[in-house]
């Protein structure tokens, strides 16, 4: 974890708190070392920027790892949902990998 990467990402979002990549970018970085800090972000990334797809399979990943399947599930499925209406196949892909890992293991 990089305190002033962090402090930087708090001063970004403080000037633009509607740029939901500053907030991504801080969960990110708190994610290896305080992951639940880490899904404070995401749950807000994802209240307050539910169209910011790169959000829901780093949070659902976040969700598998702290056991918290049911919650992952949700997410992902939403997660599925928008990547098809934004038309990503990609993030589309991956979401479904992600879920169908959830499922199956």
Do not use: V, W
């Amino acid at each position: 974890m990089n305190n002033e990467r962090i402090a930087r990402l708090l001063q970004f979002i403080e000037e633009d708190p509607h740029d939901p990549f500053n907030l991504y970018c801080l969960a990110t970085e708190y994610k290896d070392h305080d992951p639940q800090k880490a899904l404070e972000y995401y749950r807000q990334l994802l209240s307050d920027h539910p169209d910011y797809l790169p959000t829901y399979y780093h949070a659902a990943e976040l969700l598998i790892d702290l056991e918290q399947q049911d919650e992952a599930g949700k997410i992902l499925q939403r997660g599925i949902e928008l990547a098809a209406r934004q038309g990503d196949s990609l993030a589309l892909r991956e979401l479904q990998n992600l879920q169908n890992n959830l499922l199956f293991d």
